[in-house]
């Protein structure tokens, strides 16, 4: 039984995709200093901080990155 074509394909696109979001996350502008100094869970909660998008912003970027990880799996079951 010979696998589907976009079987080899499909796991090297989400690993592609990973990178460029590794890559992206480090070039853009974060706000992880603030986020560590004031506490993460108060400092994300926090809509009266000055830069409150940016640190929410910082914080779901890294959260979908940790997804795509996540949504890693073979792309053939096993067959035993």
């Known amino acids: 039984m010979t696998a589907h074509p976009l079987a080899r394909r499909v796991p090297r696109l989400i690993v592609t995709v990973e990178l460029l979001h590794f890559v992206r996350g480090l070039a853009q502008p974060h706000a ?24 929410e912003f910082s914080v779901w970027w890294t959260v ?17």
Not at 32 to 55: E, K, M, Q, S, Y
Request: hydrophobic share 45%; no cysteine; charged share 20%.
């Open 64 to 80: 979908s990155g940790v997804a795509l990880l996540a949504a890693r799996h073979p792309a053939t079951p096993d067959p035993s």
């Open 32 to 55: 992880w200093g603030a986020i560590v100094r004031d506490g993460v869970l108060r400092a994300v909660v926090d809509t009266n901080a000055r830069d409150h998008f940016l640190r």
